[in-house]
């Protein structure tokens, strides 16, 4: 027989194998972005009307200038979410490198130098979780936990339990180009970067793979372990990262400034849309979910909620939108075991 | 009785079934024939109450009924479904009375009782298993053989099996055709999914032909042959003979895997073996015999307890590493060993691709396209490259898989039983694959239990028993008689 390599005729008509039209995984990330945007533009509605100095350039540019910290977290936590990961510690680290930020300038330390001692610290904390994630196996949750205890006890400890001012510190991070707060560049960057990472390499699509199924990805090939190192590195970079941020913001090192960070940013991370299960999730989703932590804290302020309410209203609305996530999930589900 | 009259059903994307109407009747066995994506899971789907048809009626015994799951089981409706649907970290006595927990006269069921009405149905089909043992440490044909135990009983109304045969040893197929013949005698209904024609013609009575959801031929058996059925399902001719597919081979060259002394825990028990480039070696053997380690072995993803595998030329290489070189793997448990299911088909088959280039860009829109151009060549059907592939029919799936190690330059190719569940043109499509590679300068070993397999792609056939090397046959050679009576001798 001579080679032949013509694709044998299955069926009558070969299969388009596309349908015009958006991506199906498209159509789903607009699913999860829907109820949050209308979410941010309902609260900045109905608190505009209250008080309208709410829509005000400079009060946007306030809520944006004070929510940077949790959005650049934010990027972080997706990234690791996608790849099935999580990291409980960066509320923590975010409080010692605020520490580390403010006793460094004291002792008149460049800037540079500061920033580049706690991006790189953090990016080496990071590789260590990843390190005994991937090699030792510790499940991620146990595993940050303990972190989280241990970096809030460093925290405390090198400040001896007392916020340290820096009023001329890290000022940079509150300075205005063209009027926008450095901050908030600094956001915007790492959001671009965490999206061209995630959305637009290939390493992203491993960062998939290894949360949709890693023995999969293992066995076609996914470095998974070298992946998970570098998912806890660009965190704790990140981390690091933000807690210079927040040192900047507030002018001083506060041993406390990070404590209940974490839960923040998980749940604006899985607001949008990013699974705990792994393999799900988008940077520009984690992004609407910082918008929805920061349009309800700020607007029940502007409402004259007392802020004692603040963790309760975001409280009801995560587990709103992760109910009703997971109710279609489990329909979803159901009806792929229907049908195989 | 069951009728099925006028049913069809809808996915977004995929009409599966047109108008489809068809008869089960008691004491005989039904063949259920048709490509890969023709809808016959989806039609016993809805025969046993798993789907609701969009439209049509499904009588039991003459009376229409509504039927759910649960309806099903009562009506005495036992289905084996395609996918293995096991409770991996439960014991297999767990998972053969699942849902159906034997009770003493308090109403309480304990561990002793769910063991010795599991032993009892396991020996029924005459399958030997520990009920102890956790289903995760069986292999993917013991979970099989599992879930038949399961799902047998001589009180059945009907039984329904898709494609049970698909990742059995030759035995153990003769083993359920013994079984069916037995429950057919009780008067049992039995619906039959397979795409070996031969099971068809050996075992089944009626038989229903479907082609793209619509049902277009069916009769009884005895009037027609396996030529006929071909002709029916595909519209076309197509041989799965080594005359028209296996087209010879170069000479093979240097050494691709070397194996010296290998040991697997008590699996395999030093076992040399030398893979060249450019030919295809088949590694043949029932559960147990050490032929699924070989291929882990061979493909870097597991590590031998003792003895040296060099895979070109390096030994102690990691499966990364393995990968990297162009050591392509398709495990046998699709599912969990495979796919990403929640992913778009076009991620899954450029993963391999990926994992080797990951510090490059990405463009979903292209890799969509470079995805409908592999597809087209293996005839893939899917209405949607960038839906998930969990939505696909199971040969389907199974096409994807090998897309992916199609993709990139793969220089050693494993595969793990590599047409499970797939229809023969496609089969015959990766055959001819398979040799091209070969011709092309590939080392390729297959795991094979199915002989016309073994017939089409072989140069060589490795036969394994209880862990050694039982002896080797040129491709040639490798008749059903001749493999059969070197892995049985002892
Ligand atoms: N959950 C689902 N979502 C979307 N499409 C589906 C789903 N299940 C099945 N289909 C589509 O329905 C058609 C029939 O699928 P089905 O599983 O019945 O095929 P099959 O004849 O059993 O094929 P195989 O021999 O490969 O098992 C296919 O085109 C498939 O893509
Ligand atoms: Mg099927």
Redesign the interface.
């Known amino acids: 027989?001579?080679?032949?390599?013509v694709?044998?005729?299955?069926?009558?008509a070969?299969?388009p194998?596309?349908?015009r039209g958006l991506?199906?995984?498209m159509r789903e990330h607009l699913r999860v972005y829907a109820p949050l945007v209308l979410i941010v533009v309902a609260l900045g509605v109905v608190t505009t009307a209250y008080n309208p100095a709410f829509l005000s350039g400079a009060n946007i540019g306030r809520l944006l200038a004070a929510n940077a910290v949790l959005g650049v977290l934010v990027v972080g936590q997706t990234l690791l979410l996608v790849g099935g990961q999580l990291d409980l510690s960066v509320g923590s680290l975010v409080s010692v490198a605020g520490v580390v930020t403010a006793s460094f300038v004291l002792h008149g330390l460049p800037t540079v130098v500061v920033v580049a001692v706690c991006l790189v610290a953090g990016a080496l904390i990071g590789l260590c979780w990843g390190l005994i994630v991937a090699y030792l196996k510790v499940p991620p949750f146990i595993l940050t936990l303990g972190g989280l205890a241990v970096f809030a006890s460093l925290a405390l400890t090198l400040a001896a339990s007392t916020p340290i001012p820096m009023p001329t510190g890290m000022t940079w991070v509150r300075a205005e180009v063209l009027g926008v707060r450095v901050g908030v560049i600094v956001w915007a960057l790492v959001i671009v970067l965490g999206a061209l990472l995630l959305?637009?390499?290939?390493?992203?699509?491993?960062v998939?793979?290894v949360g949709?199924?890693e023995?999969?990805?293992?066995?076609?090939?996914?470095?998974t372990a070298r992946?998970k190192m570098a998912l806890y590195s660009v965190n704790g970079l990140l981390a690091g990262l933000a807690g210079v941020m927040f040192a900047g913001r507030v002018g001083a090192g506060d041993p406390r400034g990070g404590v209940g960070l974490e839960l923040t940013v998980v749940a604006a991370a899985v607001l949008g849309g990013a699974s705990l299960a792994g393999?799900?999730g988008s940077i520009v989703g984690g992004v609407l979910g910082v918008l929805v932590v920061a349009m309800v804290t700020d607007s029940l302020s502007f409402l004259d909620v007392p802020d004692t309410y603040n963790q309760l209203v975001l409280g009801v609305i995560l587990i709103g939108a992760v109910a009703v996530t997971a109710t279609s999930e489990i329909r979803r589900i159901r009806a792929?075991r229907?049908?195989? | 009785m069951i009728e099925l009259q006028n049913v069809s059903r809808s996915?977004p994307?995929a009409r599966a079934l047109t108008d489809v109407s068809v008869t089960f009747r008691p004491g005989r066995v039904h063949a259920l024939v048709g490509?890969?994506g023709a809808g016959k899971?989806?039609l016993i789907?809805v025969a046993s109450g798993?789907?609701q048809p969009d439209s049509g009626e499904i009588r039991v015994d003459g009376r229409p009924v509504r039927l759910t799951p649960r309806d099903a089981r009562e009506l005495q409706i036992r289905v084996l479904?395609?996918?293995r649907q096991v409770a991996l970290t439960r014991s297999v006595a767990d998972n053969v009375v699942l849902g159906e927990a034997p009770r003493n006269r308090f109403g309480l069921s304990g561990q002793w009782l769910v063991e010795r009405e599991a032993r009892r149905r396991l020996q029924r089909v005459g399958v030997e298993l520990d009920v102890r043992a956790p289903v995760a440490t069986l292999s993917v044909a013991q979970r099989q053989l599992l879930e038949l135990a399961r799902a047998v009983t001589f009180e059945a109304r009907c039984l329904i099996m898709d494609e049970p045969t698909a990742s059995l040893h030759p035995e153990e197929i003769e083993q359920l055709f013994e079984v069916v013949r037995r429950v057919r005698e009780h008067g049992v209904g039995v619906v039959y999914i397979s795409h070996h024609l031969s099971e068809v013609i050996a075992l089944a009575d009626d038989y229903t032909v479907l082609?793209?959801g619509r049902r277009v031929g069916g009769g009884l058996v005895a009037d027609t042959t396996t030529d006929g059925l071909v002709a029916q399902m595909?519209?076309?001719e197509?041989s799965l003979r080594r005359?028209?597919?296996?087209?010879g081979g170069t000479r093979p060259g240097d050494v691709a895997a070397r194996l010296r002394g290998v040991h697997f825990g008590r699996r395999l028990k030093g076992v040399d073996l030398d893979l060249r480039f450019g030919e295809t070696v088949v590694i043949n053997g029932p559960v147990g015999s050490g032929a699924a380690e070989l291929g882990r072995l061979l493909?870097g993803?597991a590590r031998p307890t003792a003895g040296v595998v060099e895979l070109m030329g390096e030994p102690g290489s990691t499966?990364?590493r393995?990968?990297?070189r162009g050591v392509a793997?398709i495990?046998a448990d699709r599912k969990?060993?495979?796919?990403?299911?929640?992913?778009?088909i076009h991620?899954n088959s450029?993963?391999?691709?990926?994992?080797?280039?990951?510090?490059?860009?990405?463009?979903?829109a292209r890799a969509?396209d470079r995805?409908?151009r592999g597809?087209?060549?293996?005839?893939?059907?899917?209405?949607?490259?960038?839906?998930?592939v969990?939505?696909l029919s199971?040969g389907n799936q199974q096409k994807v898989l090998i897309d992916?190690w199609l993709r990139v330059d793969a220089r050693v190719l494993v595969l793990d039983e590599p047409t499970v569940g797939i229809?023969i043109?496609?089969k015959?499509?990766i055959y001819?694959?398979l040799r091209?590679l070969t011709?092309a300068g590939a080392a390729v070993v297959v795991l094979s239990t199915e002989y016309q397999e073994i017939r089409c792609v072989a140069d060589r056939v490795i036969v394994m028993r209880d862990g050694v090397v039982a002896g080797e046959i040129p491709g040639v050679d490798a008749t059903e008689q001749a493999l059969f009576a070197l892995g049985a001798r002892s």
């Open positions: 027989m001579t080679t032949t390599d694709p044998p005729e299955v069926g009558a070969t299969p194998l596309q349908r991506s199906p995984l959305h637009f390499t290939r390493f992203g699509r491993n998939y793979a949709a199924n023995e999969a990805a293992f066995l076609a090939g996914v470095p992946i393999g799900r792929a229907r049908t195989g | 996915f994307g490509e890969n899971s989806t789907k798993v789907l479904h395609q996918e082609r793209d595909f519209g076309s197509v005359e028209d597919i296996h087209g493909s993803a499966r990364r393995a990968a990297m793997l495990p969990r060993e495979g796919l990403l299911l929640d992913r778009p991620e450029e993963l391999a691709g990926d994992a080797a280039h990951p510090m490059t860009w990405y463009s979903a969509a995805c409908r597809g087209r060549a293996l005839g893939l059907k899917a209405a949607d490259v960038r839906l998930p969990r939505g199971g992916r229809d043109p496609s015959a499509e001819r694959q091209a011709r």
